[in-house]
């Protein structure tokens, strides 16, 4: 092969085939976008016909080879429901798993009900968890195959101001990666994470209305911003390819330099 096409093709999705969770909105609709940019088909999911449909408008009107369906991950019949749909599109195999979904309430720990606890860990843990289980035959049956999950800064090392409950379910998928990837990776499966810091999307866009608040996020950003989805969605599109073979089981910040800042004033 011509040495300029095999550096292009470590970085193609031709031919690939991929499920992302949450995909009508912020990172989930900007790593859907990344993928079908790529080269890949891609399957996607949101809790809101409404939102399927009008991301399958915008997406298809560019071009992108997309379909969907509205599906609650956090819950098993409609998990279930959408992995044999995915499944029957993609002729029993699939190369990539995103999973994105996620939501966050903010409370002090002692506050928190056990019906927070149950949405936040549901949405945030269990969904990839058993997604991952439900997938895996796909996967392996792909023969090279990526999960990635949309994890935070939040699940550590270090404590922020975001929820006990969040910074948990972040923790967990970071140490689910690593055993995942070590578990799998005989089935020719990588598991990587994604840590970002504030994003610009729809769940952090509701305290970043606080100017004062945000201010704070930014001069605690080395690059003095807020991150984009699509900064974010290059970084997993990379992960999910061929350019990233050797990669598995690592949770990369995407965070401006935050979690290495430290005290440097």
């Not at 399958?56 to 009107?61: K, N, T, V």
């Not at 992960?239 to 050797?246: R, S």
Request: proline fraction near 5%; charged fraction near 15%.
């Amino acid at each position: 092969m011509d040495p300029t096409a095999a550096l292009k093709a470590r970085f193609s999705l031709e031919g690939k085939t991929a499920l992302v969770t949450g995909g009508t909105k912020g990172i989930g609709q900007a790593v859907v976008a990344e993928l079908c940019a790529l080269g890949a088909k891609v399957y996607f999911c949101s809790r809101s016909q409404q939102d399927v449909d009008a991301a399958l408008a915008s997406f298809q009107q560019q071009g992108y080879a997309v379909a969907g369906m509205a599906a609650d991950v956090a819950n098993k019949e409609p998990r279930e429901q959408l992995v044999q749909q995915v499944s029957d599109a993609f002729g029993g195999s699939l190369h990539i798993l995103v999973n994105n979904v996620g939501t966050n309430i903010r409370k002090p720990t002692s506050e928190f009900t056990d019906q927070d606890y149950s949405t936040v860990l549901t949405t945030n843990l269990e969904s990839a968890f058993k997604l991952c289980q439900l997938c895996r035959p796909l996967l392996k049956a792909a023969g090279s195959s990526s999960i990635l999950f949309n994890s935070s800064v939040a699940g550590g090392p270090l404590a922020m101001f975001s929820g006990t409950l969040y910074a948990m379910s972040k923790a967990a998928l970071n140490q689910l990666t690593k055993n995942l990837a070590v578990e799998w990776a005989p089935d020719g499966i990588r598991v990587n994470s994604v840590a970002p810091w504030y994003t610009a999307t729809p769940l952090a866009m509701q305290v970043l209305q606080d100017k004062e608040f945000e201010a704070k996020v930014v001069s605690a950003t080395p690059m003095g911003r807020i991150a984009q989805p699509s900064e974010v969605a290059s970084v997993m599109a990379f992960l999910a390819g061929p350019g990233a073979a050797f990669v598995t089981g690592q949770t990369l910040a995407v965070d401006g330099g935050y979690s290495v800042k430290g005290f440097y004033p």
